[in-house]
């Protein structure tokens, strides 16, 4: 437990910016998805080890809640995904561009 | 004293702590990467599964573990097994060329932005002290997580203050599911044919041919 809590965040914030680029450069709403999750993981990571460092449980309740609401993030996500797909058999991003002025 | 106690077993090095530290950190990181750059979709499912798995070894050894215990059964098992069931069910599983740049320029830009977020954020961890903001950053817990008053642990402080202090939020965590629910059905619900009611069936037929051509 002697480790230091820098390490934690550093590690957070590298996986927060592999997740930022991977949803800036892929184009598969799936992997985009996945990647959101990597950003909503490296923020829980980093709720958990402030929680530790100020010995306060309040981190560890707001990862319970990022957790509730990426569920339902995912389920309607998803949700749109698969309809989508059934109206133009695809998941690529750019190829949604129907509202394009 | 026992202050003096804290920073004299904080100063030494932790060898276990830095072997599980460094192991997930690779763990997390090859996971990451592979959810990033693999082009089968499956794979950077699984990919992702391995980055869950070690971020909850890094939560049971930051003492949250019942955080970890819920990252495992809800992350792993109900969200990754969700985007593979959604992935198969489209059978969009095959490999994507991901060597061709949709916009021009968009990569590099995309790599500058990386380099910098991380530049900024660790420059922030290094130099600010209100970013970290803590009253002692290495050394043991302090406070009231791992009380020795409360022997029943973290997991009873957690639910004492999610049914206390965030009541609230957690009530309205469960509007929100019973919404994310309601949506997904009215979502994945086949809209009915416009005119002839009776010919629902043989129009989903037709379209599930589309679907499948």
Redesign the interface.
């Known amino acids: 437990m002697s480790l230091s809590g820098a390490w934690y965040l550093g590690l957070a914030a590298i996986v927060f910016t592999i997740g930022a680029v991977g949803l800036l450069v892929r184009r598969n709403v799936l992997i985009m998805f996945m990647c959101i999750e990597l950003m909503l993981n490296a923020a829980n990571l980093t709720f958990v080890t402030f929680s530790r460092m100020l010995g306060d449980i309040g981190g560890q309740a707001v990862v319970f809640f990022v957790l509730v609401v990426a569920a339902a993030e995912v389920v309607v996500g998803l949700g749109i995904v698969v309809t989508n797909f059934r109206r133009r058999s695809t998941t690529v991003a750019d190829d949604l561009h129907s509202l394009k002025g | 004293m026992l202050e003096t106690l804290h920073v004299a077993?904080?100063t030494?090095?932790?060898w276990p702590?830095?072997l599980v530290?460094a192991a997930s950190?690779a763990v997390?990181?090859i996971g990451?990467?592979g959810?990033?750059t693999s082009r089968n979709?499956v794979h950077?499912?699984l990919s992702?599964v391995m980055?869950?798995f070690g971020?909850a070894v890094?939560?049971i050894?930051?003492?949250?573990d019942?955080?970890a215990a819920?990252?495992i059964i809800?992350?792993a098992g109900?969200?990754v097994v969700?985007?593979l069931f959604?992935?198969m069910?489209?059978g969009?599983d095959k490999r994507?060329d991901?060597t061709v740049e949709?916009l021009a320029g968009?990569?590099p830009l995309?790599?500058v932005?990386?380099g910098i977020?991380?530049g900024g954020?660790?420059a922030m961890?290094a130099e600010s002290h209100w970013v970290?903001?803590?009253?002692?950053?290495?050394?043991?817990?302090?406070?009231?997580?791992s009380d020795s008053a409360s022997p029943s642990g973290?997991v009873a402080?957690?639910g004492k203050?999610?049914f206390t202090?965030?009541l609230f939020?957690?009530e309205a965590?469960a509007a929100?599911?019973v919404?994310?629910?309601v949506?997904?059905v009215v979502?994945?619900r086949r809209p009915p044919a416009p005119h002839e009611p009776g010919e629902t069936h043989s129009d989903q037929g037709q379209?599930d041919r589309e679907?499948s051509a």
């Open positions: 077993t904080s030494r090095v932790a702590d830095l530290f950190a997390i990181l990451a990467l959810v990033v979709p950077a499912a992702l980055t869950l971020v890094l939560f050894e930051q003492e949250a019942f955080l819920v990252q809800v992350y109900a969200i969700l985007f959604v992935i069910f489209l969009v994507e991901i949709p968009q990569r995309a790599f932005m990386l977020t991380l954020v660790i961890l970290t903001g803590a009253h002692q950053v290495v050394g043991p817990i302090q406070g009231h997580i973290e402080q957690l203050q999610l202090t965030y939020a957690f965590t929100l599911l919404i994310a629910v949506g997904a979502l994945a379209s679907l």
